[in-house]
């Protein structure tokens, strides 16, 4: 009778053991609607060594999937390249399941995993650079801090070419596939740009500073391992390249337009400029954000040019659906956008304003102070939004 949970072969000496997490619909506001993985993977050196573990609810899946490949009380070494409680909740459990002789992780994540578990192992701090001899294969440590913690870091393992690239070049996706050549390119292509636009895209300069220095090294990388999602064994400099132009934020000819609505005003103003939006041959995402995840918005900005924000007034203030995506996508810090607001209103009308000087505060160029239209937008009005439309679109042509 085979175990529940079965390893996945990478490599000769490499075993895929982390857990599948096919109900989670939320991380940290971000949604995840295909789910997600916690990678952990098992070398099988002279040292056995497990690179990171899985969140503290899949400690099971894990030792389970280790145990179909060797007794877990063989591991000689664990590596933690990531603090962060999905990689590193069991991390306590499993040491004292295994029994390990050392454990490793950077500087900062040895304070980092001191925080997080005031009983933790005693933790061997490992440089950028460094490298550890498992016996018959070697690992090289790479530190990538804020990407997307302090404590980040990835391991090279030399004679596989192999990068275990904790958060980096990953996606939120729950799969049996567990190698990204056997999934949908238009899946994979969407969930690692929305994984990098709602994770990574404050950092982008870091991240462009880390593929040179990857680059530097002069190492070849037949396969990308990350910490989530399926695993680039194909395709690994496809998604370099993709962090590259994702990193750079070079602004496309595509203008994202954003909107609530109470009784539809606003609605018709964001239909009218989407409509010369596209006639200007220019192209326009529509989102509405009582239908669409503030996450999937980010997603659509990461590769734009331009992004027009429309909110009613209500009790003096801007839609409270408008607020949330306001204050998601400036902690994100986009770059290299232009943009404008809009809205209808009944009395007061403070919305417009108030997004103005939310966009201008993330850094948004405004093309206009904004337009704002009472109550429901005649055929003149609907004329104006087509104006400020096509206003934005000579700005990213």
């Known amino acids: 009778m085979g175990r529940p949970f079965e390893a996945i072969k990478i490599t000769d000496r490499v075993y895929w053991v982390g857990a599948i997490?096919?109900?989670?619909?939320?991380?940290?506001?971000?949604?995840?609607?295909?789910?997600?993985?916690?990678?952990?993977?098992?070398?099988?050196?002279?040292?056995?060594?497990?690179?990171?573990?899985?969140?503290?609810?899949?400690?099971?899946?894990?030792?389970?999937?280790?145990?179909?490949?060797?007794?877990?009380?063989?591991?000689?070494l664990v590596v933690s390249n990531h603090s962060e409680?999905?990689?590193?909740?069991?991390?306590?459990?499993?040491?004292?399941?295994?029994?390990?002789?050392?454990?490793?992780?950077?500087?900062?994540?040895?304070?980092?995993?001191?925080?997080?578990?005031?009983?933790?192992?005693?933790?061997?701090a490992v440089k950028d650079g460094g490298s550890l001899s498992l016996g018959s294969m070697n690992l090289t440590f790479i530190e990538s801090r804020m990407l997307h913690w302090p404590d980040s870091m990835m391991s090279y393992l030399v004679e596989d070419e192999l990068l275990f690239s904790q958060d980096g070049f990953g996606m939120h996706l729950a799969s049996c596939e567990i190698f990204a050549d056997e999934i949908s390119e238009c899946v994979l292509d969407w969930e690692a740009a929305k994984y990098y636009a709602n994770i990574l895209l404050p950092f982008s300069p870091l991240v462009t500073k880390l593929i040179a220095k990857v680059e530097a090294l002069g190492v070849p990388i037949k396969i990308i391992a990350p910490d989530h999602g399926p695993i680039w064994r194909k395709g690994v400099g496809r998604i370099i390249e993709s962090y590259g132009r994702w990193a750079e934020q070079k602004p496309s000819k595509k203008v994202v337009i954003v909107y609530d609505t109470m009784w539809g005003s606003t609605a018709k103003m964001a239909h009218a400029m989407a409509d010369a939006v596209s006639a200007c041959g220019c192209c326009p995402r529509v989102l509405k954000l009582r239908s669409a995840h503030r996450s999937d918005v980010a997603t659509e900005i990461l590769e734009s040019g331009a992004l027009l924000v429309g909110s009613p007034t209500m009790n003096n203030q801007m839609f409270p659906t408008v607020a949330d995506v306001l204050c998601y996508l400036r902690g994100l810090k986009p770059k290299n956008l232009v943009g404008a607001p809009f809205g209808s209103y009944g009395w007061s009308g403070e919305s417009v304003a108030q997004v103005g000087k939310a966009l201008d505060e993330m850094g948004v160029e405004l093309v206009s102070p904004g337009l704002r239209v009472q109550y429901v937008p005649d055929g003149a009005a609907l004329e104006e939004c087509r104006d400020l439309a096509k206003l934005v679109c000579d700005r990213i042509s």
């Not at 409680?85 to 980092?112: C, N, Q, W, Y």
């Open 85 to 124: 409680m999905d990689h590193s909740g069991s991390l306590t459990r499993i040491v004292a399941a295994v029994g390990p002789d050392e454990v490793f992780a950077s500087e900062m994540g040895v304070k980092a995993l001191a925080a997080h578990f005031h009983d933790a192992p005693e933790i061997t």
């Open 21 to 76: 997490d096919w109900e989670i619909r939320d991380f940290h506001g971000y949604s995840t609607d295909r789910g997600t993985t916690y990678n952990a993977y098992l070398v099988l050196a002279d040292r056995i060594t497990l690179i990171d573990t899985v969140k503290a609810p899949f400690v099971d899946q894990l030792l389970s999937r280790i145990a179909s490949v060797v007794d877990p009380s063989d591991i000689d």
